[in-house]
C-alpha cells in the first residue's frame, strides 16, 4: 500500500496522488457534495464561485486521483464518489497510525524505564 517514504503508492491508472487532490479546499467542497449524491457538472458548481474551466479543471483532479468517476448523461456528466479510493485512504491512514502508536508506546516504554 505504501511506496517509498513511507507515502502512499499511486496507482498505475491514477496520475495524480488522492493527497494532494484532497489539499484543496475547493474539491474538499465538491467531495462534500458528492457525498450528499451523485451530481452533474451544473449542480456541483451550484453556489460556488468558480468559472466552468476551473469547476472542469478541479473535477479532472479528482477524476484523475481516481476520487470521483464520470458517467455521461446526454450532454452533461454525472459525477460519483468512488468508495474504493477512499478505502484505499483510510488504510493507509490507519497503517501509518499503527506505526506512530508503535513508536509512542516504545518511547514512553523507554521514558518510563528510566526514571
Known amino acids: 500500500m505504501t511506496g517509498t ?7 498505475a491508472a491514477q496520475g495524480t496522488d488522492a ?10 467542497v465538491l467531495l462534500e457534495r458528492l457525498a450528499e449524491a451523485d451530481l452533474t457538472v451544473t449542480e456541483l458548481g451550484q453556489g ?18 481516481g476520487l470521483v ?5 446526454g450532454r452533461s456528466r454525472r ?11 483510510r488504510v493507509w491512514l490507519e497503517e501509518l497510525d499503527r ?4 513508536r509512542l508506546d516504545a518511547l514512553g516504554d523507554y521514558l ?4
Open 99 to 102: 506505526f506512530w502508536r508503535t
Open 19 to 28: 493527497f494532494a487532490a484532497l489539499a484543496d479546499p475547493t474539491r474538499r
Open 5 to 11: 517514504r513511507g507515502r502512499p503508492r499511486k496507482q
Open 79 to 89: 459525477y460519483a464518489l468512488n468508495p474504493q479510493a477512499f478505502t484505499a485512504l
Open 112 to 115: 518510563d524505564g528510566g526514571s
Open 48 to 65: 460556488l464561485e468558480l468559472s466552468q474551466p476551473a469547476l472542469s479543471a478541479h473535477l479532472r483532479v479528482l477524476r484523475e486521483a
Open 69 to 73: 468517476t464520470a458517467a455521461a448523461e
